[in-house]
């Protein structure tokens, strides 16, 4: 996970997320892949590798997706952009594939919104936290589904709202889509 997001990064699971692809397999991410951005509509999907000796905390759990680099890694001066923030995911039983679903029952805070990085600039990074949800961001008020989804500071949410370090994370990397010609 990048450093420059202030977030104490020591996961203890590893977090699975997944682009459903219409008409093709499923991509699941790889820390650091990039992705082209017609592959990344999502909404994503979550979930938890379980190793069998591992014991997995309970949940319920938020999850955080954040770009860092808006408009442009070089001048950050809409980071970070919030392109997905909810809470009440729980653990699904496990699947063949080793993997807990991370489902959640309540809307998001603020839903998936695909990358767009604006043409001309490098890729940006997506970066995926998975918190133990507090008590505090139950009732928190710092954000809604109306807040503006730029100039998001998670460091500085996870900190307000108790969250504490994140148990596993994940990234991927968007460039902005080709110019049609
Ligand atoms: C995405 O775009 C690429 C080329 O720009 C194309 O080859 C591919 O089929 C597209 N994928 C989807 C899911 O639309
Ligand atoms: C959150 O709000 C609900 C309803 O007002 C209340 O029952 C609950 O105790 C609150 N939780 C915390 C952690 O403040
Ligand atoms: C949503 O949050 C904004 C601040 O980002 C605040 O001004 C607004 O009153 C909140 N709306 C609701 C319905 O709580
Ligand atoms: C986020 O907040 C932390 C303090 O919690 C601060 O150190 C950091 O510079 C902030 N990052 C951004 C991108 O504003």
Do not use: C, W
Request: aromatic share 8%; proline share 13%.
């Amino acid at each position: 996970i990048p450093t420059d997001i202030e977030i104490a990064f020591d996961p203890t699971v590893l977090l699975e997320v997944t682009f459903p692809e219409p008409g093709a397999s499923p991509i699941g991410l790889t820390a650091g892949v990039q992705l082209l951005r017609n592959a990344t509509a999502g909404p994503p999907t979550f979930g938890i590798l379980v190793n069998e000796s591992q014991s997995i905390p309970s949940g319920p759990f938020v999850v955080a997706t954040i770009d860092p680099d808006a408009p442009t890694p070089q001048q950050p001066t809409n980071a970070q952009i919030r392109h997905f923030l909810g809470g009440d995911f729980t653990l699904g039983p496990v699947g063949p594939d080793g993997v807990a679903p991370l489902t959640n029952s309540t809307p998001a805070i603020s839903e998936f919104r695909q990358p767009t990085p604006p043409a001309g600039s490098d890729a940006h990074r997506y970066i995926f936290l998975l918190f133990k949800q507090s008590d505090a961001f139950e009732n928190q008020t710092l954000v809604n589904s109306t807040t503006s989804i730029s100039g998001f500071n998670i460091s500085q949410f996870a900190e307000a709202v108790g969250l504490g370090d994140p148990l596993g994370g994940t990234f991927m990397l968007v460039a902005p889509a080709p110019t049609a010609s």
